[in-house]
């Protein structure tokens, strides 16, 4: 227990995981004047972000809520004079408030240590005054966790008010750490706030609660000129009072992804840590950061160090949360010189983050450089300035309104209300950069260590030398022929398809290095992953070495480290870096080796000199310490350099040493761009992987690389193509800096014990044990004994390696030729002999350790007989096959499978490309070939009303197994006819799936979409696949109350139809894993009941169903088994269109080889399911409910011998939480209804008559922010009827007044018309399906319209058809993967036509950065009167062209004119007015591919038409 | 593969072989490989397979790195491509050329469009390549560790264990009857398949440069006492083969010219050699009316045999009926395809009867001078199959010479006797799954353990004995 109220951690659960995201606001009087209307308007606007919060399982007891207003002196003054105590002037005293713990008993004790601190710090203490509540508002959870709220004051006794600041948080610090040594009750002890300025009322209470609840709001006397509000929803239903935001200088909506590290980070400052201003005192805070603190409460805790010792609130604000400053990006110098100077002091706090800050006097926003959360601003002529996560979260009347405005990513926006004014990013910022040199403090004391590629000498190690040094660190001929050898040629990754089917690490028979260990985390929901290659601009390797000097000093010192452009260094870096006698720069090199015949200890005992040398190098004069595995001979082993800097990485932070010295590592175990990633990830500053670049030497002396190749090049070409992995890594798991990677840790052990992850790997997650210390030494012996034999009879050999592509001698695999041969044989021949052999075969693997699933058994009960077993088809309703695109696989492929699912009532999954709409009716012969579920990915290709509503159930890809947090990428020459029309797109033209949604960044954004979709399609079930990973299970409580219907839970190892190599195996865990914590964590929050859970990754047998039926999923996703038994071979070459069975491949004439039906699958099902049968009656259940979740049935094999399987343990997968007798542990109810009382949905039954008789209907409505997906259910309705060819143009028109909510417009179809004065928030026209949409200000405005933003971020996402006008500017990413819609817009934010296919975008205004990154397609009409497009835009597939073709002038003038029409736009009359001189102002975006696609599209259509005329 | 694509657009090719009418002429060699260009384009076909089924289960019992060789040769890369092979391949110049290469009938190109990559030839280039430029070489271990085996037996069995023990530094010595070493590849097969003094001896010379002693023209059981090896060894392995012949024992078979077929190709392969007959009596189909009983492989090296002594008149009785011409529906790929083929011997002449089953031998003064026969009908009954005669089928040949090539039945009785060795319910020596006999230290390995089978399982149960006996000798070090 710590104050925050977590549950400790249990079984697979883990409080640390849990996430939360919200809305915040914020309204600020801009010349300071107090009033209790400014409170009041701050909790309606609360109020109106409710549907950004969430409720658990307990519809009263919210996830928390809460307010920071200014000390209310007035109020407190009357309140303490009925108390007898007289309070001094404003700001001469503070007050705290404290949540205390029930129990009156510990009362005393509390207010003595309170008061008797307060006196020591030489303040005087007034006294207490019990906070009056009504506790009956409150929710039965929140009831029983309700503190007792009491505020005390204390007078201050210093000069200034920063000092009595100070003071005060000195005070708060040392309550707050001898609660802790209390212990018990006592640690449960929370001060919200204590503060001469502002105070804090929050808990965990709905928004409309707050006010009931805190009567002290009510109060009239209650004034502030600042009300700062938040909203949350996290992803439990825990009681968690203290966790509710504001904290005391933030509140935040978003996540930080890399908390681990700067937690860490911050932890090794602490004995460096120096200060004037605290003397002595600085001792009292430290430790800062609270521990059990949400990463939110930690930010807040390290903010609040900085900003109370030298810097203003916005610098620390700035050094926390950098914009992107990298050289792609547009910026000034001496900008550009503060980031990098203070890149060189602390690492960003990395994530999506909008954040509203304050002092009390100061009130400030932000965003994250990717400006991946929402912030809106509005100034009114009344002098009050309001910022939020929406817009219209208060009414203000469109005429009191000044300027509307959007946080841009990395901008910030600042209220004074000293000086009485709003100060905008420019000014703001100016007055921080230029305040102390920072540049020239970089520019004198920085070296650059990287600039030429110069070798110095490549050392020649002879072949012999070579081996034994490669052999030694468990190269293989597949490491050298298929990973290094094309990183060395192309520079890229190498690439392959289908998922991994070997044992993990611990299971496998063969020695491994450590590295293979560690799986890799990734962002799922409550965060978004990156787009490293379109999105290049925000992300950085530059990585700095050399001594950290003290976080609270200034000055040029801290500048005189080496820089670096990637953490990759070649053998040359490492020289100059060595021979550098520079003060603050001078290395030191320590061997990590260890005695190969030293003794059961000796591995350890090394690891502790190691440390030891290290921590006495670190108080002396070097600042760079190189861990260097050279040296290895046939009796010094090397050291796991994994395990070495680990090691050391820990043990200078526990000393408090670890800011004095870089590590460095010289190593040659690590080969693959994971490994460069976890000594990265576990402290390592830079990495040279010397063994890599002597095996490239000798590739090149071998002739085995292209001829322009050298060595250098190849080495080159190696480091480019980590660095593309690295940036890959990072954006997986949402983080842009290697800097802020750096030591977070972002990886899950599997297979390690917990006494070498306390140790060396602190912090990191390890759920199932595994090899100990004693256990690494002996693997790490036996790979060394390969190079370093005691005994040699023969020259040294690599092994085969078997990973990737079976060998016999090679790593093991599941799918092996007798297990496809006789699962295809079975399927075939209807052959249940067959079938039991490909049964046996496998799961005689898994149970040979194979799988972790393979470690279990059942125990035993009382069988039934078989024939008192519900029958097979009931059953098979249960199977699914997995997310396959057409495209991934060919259309005859894709057909099969959705003709078997249908006909057994599972259901086939449409993967993410779309599906050809002749399918969606039932064909004459009567086969269903409609897959029953319709996924919806990032790419939203095909995604429109009319494919929605052919879904029995809408599957939200978050991730895939075989590539998490990645995305994809369908090259143009795949892009056939066929997958064109299906997908919507050109033929010829690229279609790029992003890695994140670009409309789920958090949690309460997939709650939005979750909301969509069952709009756009009321009948169907929605779902949410997600991928194991530790905390997923954390993830999927939210995604319950995010009103899913089902949940997936997908192994690391399902297939993929392309991916590169690395990503295949090293990220994610296996299902089982994540299955059992999802289970075990919604029991524990009582939200099992409400969703379905369904499992897959590769599910292959009986008894893997019963195996994950019995862990909790009642739905089964299988693809890759159904694939082999429609001829799949596992050829693994789907990413080279190949496939020579036509399975997964576009080619025609590979399709004609095509040998797969739908009776084979059925064949498949039916085996599986009759021995499921089997499995049940054995273990006595007559219906395949009764078993779900039943996995006390279930206990660890205690026959295992394998010499590391045995050190597993698998009881926290097997861990029962208490929850389980009370509360359902299956589905057991229908989600929430959240449709039927939408004001969307009322508009539906207004038009029904309309849209059956075709008649013409016209409606005006107003509407409100809490409104929407406006249209969705209308468009579904049409499109029931009429099919995706709608109803005639405008039929359905709807005239909106006030401020739409989110999605306004969503799968808008042919024939409506929403016209919408007032403004609309984030997601307009979200997959536009053929309507139409007007926006436009109210007419009594002041504000210039087309500067304003009218509309949120993410317009058009996934649009296929239909039109949008827009009278004003937009957000962030306009237009991103359009692939049809034509739009007119103002003026746009960043990322404008992202991923764009098709349609046209015209903008008669300003645009953001990086517009046109990754436009594959369509065309851009871009008024720009300076034709500098070009500085802002990403160029890599577009060319920017002036207007001289007459077609081009025709279509631009039309649309403008419709927009006028439309809007009455004055810029659209603007420009027509003065045509002849405007248009040529345009410039033409044009992507090249598409250009080549029309163009030879033009020949064929001609011949088309040609043929018509003749025939 | 070099695009990846080359499967779909190059087909397969073979080099042609001498032409038939020329080759009878001589016992020379009739295989050659193709030019560098033409393997390297082949070898372009391959297609990487995940599975790759030619390596597995279904294809080489040796586990032969075939994807890798084939991508390395289209790149030309062959002395990296022999270097691979050799990490698997024992005896490539031997199994380039004999074995009935399984990994082609499992090759994923048959499935494609039933013209596998010509693995088999590709092999033989990589071994000539190999030996042409001195990849292939003499690797003495570079020490010794002490420990001696006896391998009783040269064929390829033995000298695949003696091979790999050898390398990892154990003596060894291999005890064979014959005069020369190499056993059924030596004796057995045809020199017009592989040539003894070119290849063979080649191999063995390697072999002995390596360090092998053989000790040829010493029978164990005869010449030395099994129990001697026994106790003077640390292991011994028995290596000897499944010799013993199927007879056929009907009315006739005492007649003179009724012999099996080993008799006949042994005296053939040492009359080449210059070697002096056993028994002084020569067997030889010169100008007689040859008929062979059984059409497998030795039925076929009869065969050629006979044409190349002259002579006058072939036939080859088969008692199934003849396989079908491409896969039929209970023979999928990747199984081993049991289709109609036709030999190197076929293509020279000769006469092939199917579901022919013979009743009697008849003859004058003690010799052959025909068969008797009749048309059979093979039926399948519970997994049995059963041959009923055809009434009224009843048919002659006239045969000078009769050649029972119908396969062999197991090792022979003599030394497993004198060691007192289990056999196995197929009466072959019975070795447990360590490959160890009955009895302690005793390893068999090869059709002598297995019963008849090819030439390349013979290698990699050779191969695996080695492994098994380096474990049981640690494993006896470290007690």
Not at chain 1, 336 to 359: C, K, L, N, Q, V
Not at chain 1, 1130 to 1155: F, I, S, W
């Amino acid at each position: 227990m710590n104050p925050f109220g977590y549950p400790k951690a249990e079984g697979l659960y883990d409080p640390k995981f849990e996430k939360d995201a919200c809305g915040i606001g914020c309204i600020t009087d801009i010349k300071g004047a107090k009033s209790h209307a400014v409170v009041a308007d701050g909790l309606k606007i609360l109020v109106n972000m409710t549907h950004r919060g969430a409720t658990g399982c307990d519809p009263c007891t919210g996830d928390g809520a809460g307010i920071l207003t200014q000390v209310p002196h007035e109020f407190f003054e009357k309140q303490l004079k009925q108390l007898d105590i007289t309070l001094p002037k404003p700001g001469e005293y503070g007050a705290g408030m404290m949540f205390m713990p029930k129990s009156i008993q510990c009362h005393g004790t509390i207010k003595e240590i309170t008061e008797s601190i307060t006196k020591q710090e030489g303040q005087f203490f007034l006294g207490w005054r019990n906070v009056p509540v009504n506790s009956s508002v409150l929710g039965e959870i929140a009831r029983s966790s309700e503190p007792h709220i009491v505020q005390f004051f204390i007078a201050k006794n210093n000069k200034t008010s920063i000092e009595f600041e100070r003071k005060l948080y000195i005070i708060r610090r040392q309550i707050e750490k001898e609660m802790l040594k209390l212990g018990e009750e006592f640690v449960k002890v929370y001060i919200p706030s204590l503060s001469s300025k502002t105070i804090i009322y929050k808990g965990l209470l709905l928004a409309d609660q707050i006010n009931q609840y805190y009567l002290d709001l009510q109060s009239k006397d209650y004034k502030s000129a600042i009300a700062l509000v938040h909203q949350r929803f996290s992803t439990n239903t825990f009681p968690a009072w203290p966790l509710a935001q504001p904290f005391r200088f933030v509140a935040h909506n978003g996540e930080i992804n890399t908390l681990n590290g700067n937690i860490n980070a911050m932890r090794a400052r602490y004995k460096s840590l120096k200060s004037d201003i605290y003397g002595d005192d600085i001792k009292k805070l430290i430790p800062f950061i609270q521990e059990g603190g949400s990463d939110t409460a930690c930010f807040d805790n390290t903010l609040e160090l900085l900003a109370m010792s030298n810097r203003s609130l916005p610098h620390a604000m700035m050094m926390m949360i950098p914009e992107a400053w990298g050289e792609l990006y547009p910026m000034g110098k001496d900008r550009r010189g503060f980031y990098e100077y203070h890149s060189m002091i602390m690492e960003p706090w990395d994530g999506p983050a909008a954040m509203i800050f304050t002092d009390g006097v100061q009130v400030g926003a932000t965003l994250d450089r990717n400006g991946l959360r929402p912030g809106k601003y509005v100034v009114t002529t009344k002098g009050k300035m309001i910022m939020s996560s929406e817009s219209g979260v208060i009414d203000i009347p469109p005429e009191q309104i000044i300027e509307k405005g959007r946080l841009q990513p990395g901008k910030m926006i600042l209220v004074d209300t000293e000086k009485g004014r709003v100060i905008y990013d420019h000014e703001l910022k100016a007055g921080i950069y230029r305040s102390k040199p920072y540049r020239r403090w970089v520019e004198a004391n920085k070296i650059n260590i990287r600039g030429f590629n110069i070798f110095h000498e490549q050392e020649v190690v002879s072949k012999e030398e070579l081996l034994a040094r490669q052999l030694s660190a468990n190269y293989t001929h597949e490491d050298i022929d298929i990973l290094i050898l094309k990183m060395a040629a192309t520079a890229h990754e190498a690439l392959g398809s289908m998922g991994y089917d070997g044992p993990i690490a611990v299971l496998s028979d063969k020695p491994k290095l450590i590295f293979e260990y560690f799986k890799q985390c990734f962002a799922q929901v409550t965060n978004p992953p990156i787009d490293p290659i379109r999105e290049r601009l925000v992300m950085s390797l530059r990585t700095h070495i050399g001594r950290n000097r003290n976080i609270l000093e200034e000055g040029g010192t801290c500048a005189h480290l080496f820089s670096l452009a990637t953490p990759i260094i070649n053998n040359e870096d490492l020289r100059r870096i060595k021979s550098k006698e520079d003060e603050g720069l001078k290395s030191i090199t320590i061997p990590i080796l260890f005695d190969a015949n030293g003794g059961e200890n000796a591995l350890e005992n090394a690891l502790t000199s190691v440390c030891k040398l290290a921590e006495e190098y670190s108080q002396q004069d070097y600042s760079i310490l190189i861990l260097s595995d050279r040296g290895k001979n046939s009796t010094k082993a090397a050291i796991p350099s994994l395990l070495a800097t680990g090691a050391v990485h820990h043990h200078l932070i526990k000393a408090g040493l670890r800011t004095q010295i870089s590590i460095l590592v010289e190593c040659g175990d690590a080969k693959e761009t994971m490994h460069l990633a976890l000594l990265i990830g576990y402290g390592a500053s830079a990495v040279n992987p010397y063994l890599v670049f002597d095996t490239i030497a000798d590739l090149v002396k071998e002739g085995r690389l292209p001829k322009k190749v050298d060595s250098i090049q190849g080495s080159e070409n190696f480091i480019i193509a980590v660095n593309e992995g690295l940036l890959k890594i990072l954006s997986k798991m949402g983080i842009s800096t290697i800097r802020s990677y750096r030591g977070a840790q972002i990886f899950e052990a599997l297979g390690i014990a917990d006494s070498v992850i306390e140790k060396y790997f602190c912090g990191t997650p390890s759920r199932i044990g595994g090899i100990d210390l004693p256990k690494i030494q002996e693997e790490t012996l036996i790979i060394h004994r390969k190079g370093y034999p005691l005994k040699q009879f023969q020259p040294l050999k690599l092994e085969d390696g078997g990973e990737f592509y079976l060998r016999k001698n090679g790593e093991k695999h599941l799918w092996t030729g007798m297990s496809v041969v006789h699962l295809q044989h079975a399927v075939r021949n209807n052959d249940r002999k067959a079938f039991h052999i490909y049964s046996e075969l496998i799961n005689n693997q898994n149970t040979e350790h194979f799988t972790l699933r393979g470690l279990l058994r059942f125990k035993k009960t009382t069988p039934i007989p078989l024939s008192e077993v519900e029958p097979i088809e009931s059953i098979m309703k249960r199977f699914c096959t997995g997310a396959m695109s057409f495209g991934s696989i060919g259309k005859e492929a894709h057909e099969t499978l959705a003709i078997a699912m249908n006909s057994i009532g599972g259901k086939s999954n449409t993967g993410e490309g779309g599906e050809d709409p002749a399918r969606f009716k039932i064909r004459p012969d009567g086969t269903n070939a409609c897959s029953a579920i319709k996924q919806v990915a990032s790419g939203r290709f095909g995604v429109t009303s009319e494919y929605l509503v052919s879904a029995k159930e809408i599957q939200i890809k978050i991730a895939q197994g075989a590539k998490p947090g990645e995305g994809g990428q369908l090259p143009g020459h795949k892009v056939t006819g066929e997958i064109a029309k299906t997908r919507l797109a050109t033929p010829g033209v690229s279609l790029i799936s992003p890695p994140p949604h670009h409309d789920i960044y958090s949690i309460e954004d997939l709650a939005q979409l979750i909301f969509d979709l069952k709009h756009a399609n009321p009948q169907a079930d929605v779902s949410v696949k997600l991928v194991a990973e530790a905390g997923v299970g954390t993830i999927a409580a939210g995604v319950a109350k995010a009103k899913a219907d089902q949940i997936t839970i997908a192994g690391y190892d399902g297939g993929t139809g392309a991916s590169p190599l690395s990503s295949i195996k090293h990220a994610g865990v296996p299902w089982e894993l994540g299955l059992s914590e999802t289970q075990q964590v919604l029991v524990k929050n009582n939200l099992r009941g409400r969703v379905r859970l369904q499992t897959d990754g590769q599910l292959k047998t009986a008894r893997d169903v019963v195996v994950a039926c019995l862990l909790g999923a009642e739905e089964y996703g299988f693809a890759t088994a159904p694939l082999v038994t429609i001829g799949c071979i596992m050829m693994r070459k789907c990413h080279n269109n190949t496939c020579p069975v036509g399975v997964a491949t576009q080619d025609p004439e590979l399709r004609k080889k095509y040998t797969g039906k739908p009776e084979h699958v059925v064949n498949f099902f039916r085996f599986i399911t009759e021995d499921i049968r089997v499995l049940m009656a054995q273990l006595g259940f007559r219906t395949l409910k009764e078993m779900v979740g039943r996995y006390d049935l279930l206990e660890q094999r205690d026959d295992i011998t394998h010499w590391k399987a045995k050190l597993v343990d698998m009881s926290k997968i097997l861990h029962i939480p208490k929850e389980y007798n009370s509360v359902p542990y299956c589905s057991s109810e229908k989600q929430v209804d959240i449709v039927s009382d939408s004001l969307d949905y009322q508009i539906a039954e207004l038009c029904v008559k309309s849209f059956t008789n075709k008649f013409v209907s016209i409606i005006d409505l107003p509407i409100s922010n809490l409104d929407r997906a406006i249209g969705a259910v209308l468009s579904s309705l049409i499109t029931k009827k009429y099919g995706a060819v709608g109803l005639p143009e405008d039929t359905i028109r709807i005239n909106f007044k006030g401020i739409a909510g989110q999605s306004f417009g969503a799968f808008l179809t042919r024939g409506v018309t929403l016209n919408l004065e007032g403004e609309a928030n984030d997601y307009v026209g979200k997959g536009l399906s053929g309507g139409k949409i007007a926006i436009r200000p109210p007419s009594n405005v002041h504000y210039e319209h087309s500067e304003n933003v009218i509309i949120g971020n993410t317009t058009l996402y996934g649009a296929t058809s239909g039109k949008l006008f827009v009278s004003g500017t937009a957000g962030e990413r306009f237009a991103v993967r359009n692939s049809g819609a034509i739009a007119v817009v103002e003026g746009v934010g960043d990322h404008c036509c992202e991923y764009m296919t098709g349609g046209i975008v015209v903008v008669l205004g300003k645009t953001g950065v990086n517009f046109a990154a990754g436009m594959s397609g369509g065309i851009a009409y871009v008024y720009n009167p300076t034709h500098n497009l070009d500085l802002v835009s990403n160029l890599d597939m577009v060319d920017i062209e002036e207007m001289f073709e007459e077609n081009d002038l025709i279509t631009l003038k039309n649309l403008v004119t419709e927009h006028f029409a439309m809007t009455q736009s004055k810029k659209a009359k603007a420009i027509l007015d003065n045509w002849e001189n405007e248009k040529y102002t345009f410039v033409k975006v044009f992507p090249m591919e598409y250009k080549r696609a029309i163009q030879n599209m033009l020949p064929e259509t001609l011949k088309e038409e040609e043929i018509i005329h003749h025939g | 593969m070099v695009n990846g694509t080359e499967f779909k657009t190059i087909p397969r090719k073979t080099p042609e072989h001498i032409d038939p009418k020329s080759r009878i002429t001589n016992f020379e060699e009739i295989h050659h490989s193709g030019s560098t260009k033409h393997t390297e384009e082949q070898s372009s076909r391959c297609m990487d397979c995940g599975i790759p089924f030619c390596h597995t289960n279904y294809g080489c019992p040796l586990g032969n790195l075939i994807p890798e060789w084939n991508t390395l040769i289209s790149q030309g890369k062959w002395k990296e491509a022999v270097e691979r092979m050799l990490e698997t391949d024992t005896f490539p110049e031997f199994t380039g050329k004999i074995c009935p290469a399984p990994c082609e009938g499992a090759c994923t190109m048959g499935l494609y469009n039933n013209q596998p990559v010509t693995i088999q030839e590709i092999e033989l280039a990589l071994a000539e390549k190999g030996f042409e430029n001195g990849w292939i070489k003499a690797c003495p271990p570079l020490t010794r560790n002490g420990k001696t085996i006896a391998i009783i037996g040269s064929g390829p069995a033995g000298l695949s264990a003696a091979f790999y023990l050898n390398r990892n530094g154990y003596t060894v010595k291999v005890f064979e009857k014959a005069n020369r070493a190499g056993g059924l590849l030596t004796y057995g097969i045809p020199n017009y398949k592989l040539d003894k003094q070119k290849i063979v001896k080649r191999r063995i010379d390697l072999m002995m440069a390596e360090g092998i002693q053989f000790e040829t023209g010493i029978e164990v059981g005869k010449d030395i006492s099994p129990a001697y090896l026994k106790k003077q060894f640390d292991a011994v392995l028995i290596a000897t083969g499944a010799e013993k012949a199927r007879d056929l024992p009907i009315s006739g078979r005492e007649l003179k010219g009724v012999h099996f077929a080993m008799e006949f190709l042994s005296r053939q392969s040492m009359k080449l050699a210059g070697e002096t007959l056993l028994d002084g009596i020569d067997i030889t189909a010169k100008n007689k009316s040859v008929v062979i009983i059984g059409g497998g492989d030795t039925g076929s090296d009869c065969l050629g045999t006979s044409h190349r002594q002259g002579a006058t008149n072939i036939v080859q009785l088969e008692l199934t009926p003849p396989p079908p011409k491409s896969r039929a529906e209970d023979n999928p790929w990747p199984l081993w395809p049991l289709i109609y083929r036709t030999s190197s011997s076929h293509e020279e002449g000769g006469d092939r009867k199917f579901s022919v089953m013979t009743k009697e031998f008849f003859g004058e003064n003690g010799q052959v001078k025909g068969i008797r026969c009749v048309k059979v009908n093979m039926i399948k009954e519970n997994g049995n199959v059963k041959f009923l005669e055809i009434p009224d089928t009843d048919f002659e040949i006239k045969a000078d010479l009769v050649l029972l090539a119908m396969g062999f039945t197991g090792p022979t009785k003599e030394l497993p006797a004198l060691l007192n060795l289990e056999l196995d319910a197929r009466q072959n020596i019975k070795v447990n799954k360590d490959m160890m006999t009955s009895v302690d230290g005793i390893f068999s390995a090869g059709d002598a353990a297995t019963g008849q089978s090819l030439v390349v399982r013979a290698i990699a149960s050779g191969r695996d004995a080695a492994h098994k006996i380096q474990e049981y000798l640690n494993q006896k070090a470290t007690k």
